[in-house]
């Protein structure tokens, strides 16, 4: 994970999105290492979410087209609780097949937080107060770490954002295995 | 100054004296359990990084019980079960739990203790949220995702943050017609579906002492519906005979200190519960069966690890006996274990499937099942815009299969008495 800037467009969601709604358990038989079968779970991210709060503030917005296996969103922001719900490291896993770069919500469900970090699939973002009412899906976003910032290129305004803290250095190794490697808790 | 039960066991598995709620901790684990869901994927984690020959760290601690897409003709989901099934016979696991054969268990959480594999005092981690039902038996229980399992399986290890202990204490006599699902459904809809992040939620004072095992597992089963780590409950004589009569694993119970701190404590009297529901779409959208009664219903379903146990469906029973059921009403056994008792013993004379199969009702085999939605063809799922009743564990849109239905989830006393009226009704119209 570099110190790079994260830019993308944003999609918006409300609070309490379960892990159901970010990958629908019919859809977990995928198969996450056959490359063929794997674009599903990027086809299928966020499905589950009712057409009504998909996108806010409008609503009815897919985040991946039905036709296509990437998202044209790299940023989901959320309200609290993002990612409650089932354990399963599929939710994280499927928004990053669909192209998505970090989530910025005020809150998480710790297991979310924790295979977002451990599995290095995104960057879960605390943001320092609730965003879904602010920023609009489709809004240009720039997150900046150095400064626990992000800018909102179209409407013109910064929020902050809460350092990463305790987990910093498994999300700059790129996950639990290679901040074990790193430490030597893990040889090869 | 004193620690709670979790700080204990994680200062134990840790090599601590000692921990504090907030402490980061490399923690050595007991048993690693994982289903036929996040099994493949963590096995594929687990040889990719630690290469194809790889051995699991202690073939003796890892449990792999199928349970969540069993009876279906989706390809995919059976290539999922010949996954686990090759892993186990390339490790030579003996506490792989086969579909098909007579080894299989069912729903994992509710296989766990009926095996023996739940013991005060230990470290159990799961990839499944539901894995904290296991706290029940006086041990840290939490779930995890497929990279940390496969974490896991190759080092024996994983990294804890030390969570708060949040206490809700219930004195007083349960009434007959409350369940302990009518008292997690009021304390989550209390403190919301984030009210419990990161923290333990420990349960205690006489009402819960006098609860049997499997009301206690009610308990601890939907913490992770408030958002919490882990649920524990204090081991007493309850649960040391439960455990000893399914294994001869030693074990070593830790209790809470009288002079532990709590993030904060909740009292209630558990003689003023009432009959409780969460309304659609969130486990903590609470309501009192009183304020939602006559709601119409389409469907009614008894089974999960949450309500599918053998009591769940002996409370079902009472109401049911001799009556017919107005809906569509789905029973799923949890267990392999609980359906050979229903089939087996009686109450006056009939049998439990006796029973319901006289009310109406469906009876499916044990699994997740409809719980969580599944394969298309899963028993009892939701495919369209119904309206259910149900004892699972969370109603957020479509966790059922269908985002147009609506779950309301409640006690199996008050399912049963709905399914006879089709309509939300008070259970206590039969007490």
Not at chain 2, 49 to 77: C, N
């Amino acid at each position: 994970m570099s110190q790079d800037k994260i830019k993308g467009k944003a999609f918006v969601l409300g609070k309490n999105i379960d892990t159901d709604q970010i990958i629908p358990a019919k859809h977990l038989v995928y198969s996450l290492e056959d490359p063929e079968e794997r674009k599903f779970y990027g086809r299928y991210a966020l499905s589950g979410v009712p057409d009504a709060e998909s996108g806010l503030p409008q609503g009815n917005i897919p985040f991946t087209d039905p036709e296509k296996f990437e998202s044209d969103f790299q940023i989901v922001v959320a309200g609290p609780n993002f990612g409650c719900g089932s354990s399963r490291e599929h939710a994280p896993e499927s928004l990053m097949i669909a192209g998505a770069k970090a989530v910025v919500a005020p809150t998480y469900a710790r297991i979310f937080y924790r295979n977002s970090v451990d599995g290095g699939f995104i960057v879960p973002f605390e943001s320092v107060r609730d965003l879904s009412e602010e920023v609009e899906t489709y809004d240009e976003l720039e997150i900046d770490r150095d400064k626990n910032e992000m800018k909102n290129l179209t409407q013109g305004t910064s929020y902050g954002l809460k350092p990463l803290g305790s987990v910093a250095e498994i999300v700059e190794a790129g996950g639990i295995f290679e901040y074990a490697r790193q430490t030597g808790m893990v040889e090869r | 100054m004193g620690m709670t039960l979790t700080e204990k066991v994680l200062a134990r598995h840790s090599g601590n004296e000692s921990v504090k709620p907030g402490d980061n901790v490399w923690v050595d684990v007991d048993v690693l359990m994982t289903h036929d869901v996040c099994g493949p994927p963590s096995i594929g984690i687990f040889k990719k990084q630690f290469g194809d020959k790889a051995q699991v760290w202690d073939k003796e601690k890892l449990v792999i019980i199928p349970d969540h897409y069993i009876f279906t003709e989706d390809k995919y989901a059976n290539r999922n079960v010949d996954i686990l099934r090759d892993f186990a016979d390339e490790q030579d696991l003996p506490y792989y739990y086969d579909v098909g054969t007579d080894r299989y268990k069912g729903v994992c959480h509710v296989a766990m203790p009926e095996e023996g594999f739940t013991r005060p005092g230990e470290v159990l981690f799961g990839t499944d949220s539901h894995t904290c039902t296991a706290g029940a038996f006086g041990e840290f229980a939490t779930g995890i995702g497929n990279t940390d399992a496969a974490f896991i399986m190759g080092t024996g290890k994983l990294w804890v943050k030390v969570p708060e202990t949040m206490k809700f204490v219930f004195d007083g006599e349960i009434p007959p017609y409350i369940m302990a699902k009518d008292i997690i459904l009021q304390i989550i809809g209390d403190i919301g579906v984030d009210g419990a992040t990161y923290r333990t939620m420990e349960f205690a004072g006489t009402s819960i002492e006098a609860m049997d095992m499997e009301a206690r597992m009610t308990l601890t089963n939907m913490v992770i519906e408030a958002g919490g780590k882990n649920g524990v409950i204090n081991p007493d004589q309850v649960t040391y005979d439960y455990v000893k009569a399914r294994t001869d694993h030693e074990f070593n119970p830790v209790h809470s200190d009288e002079d532990a701190e709590y993030h904060s404590v909740y009292e209630y009297r558990a003689d003023k519960m009432l009959p409780m529901v969460a309304k659609p779409h969130s486990p903590d959208n609470k309501a009192t069966v009183e304020e939602v009664k006559g709601t119409e219903l389409t469907r009614a379903y008894i089974g999960s690890c949450t309500g599918g146990k053998f009591s769940d469906f002996v409370a079902a029973a009472e109401l049911l006996k001799g009556e017919q059921v107005k809906l569509d009403t789905f029973i799923v056994p949890a267990s392999t274990e609980v359906a050979e008792r229903l089939r087996t013993e009686k109450m006056n004379g009939q049998t439990y499937m006796e029973i319901f199969e006289a009310a109406g009702a469906e009876i499916g085999e044990a699994s997740c099942a409809a719980c969580l939605g599944g394969p298309s063809d899963t028993f009892g799922r939701l495919n369209g815009p119904e309206v259910c009743i149900s004892t699972t564990n969370r109603n957020f849109p479509g966790r059922m299969g269908s985002k147009e239905s609506q779950v309301y989830l409640a006690s199996p006393y008050t399912v049963a008495a709905s399914a006879l009226t089709g309509k939300i009704t008070d259970p206590r119209e039969h007490f």
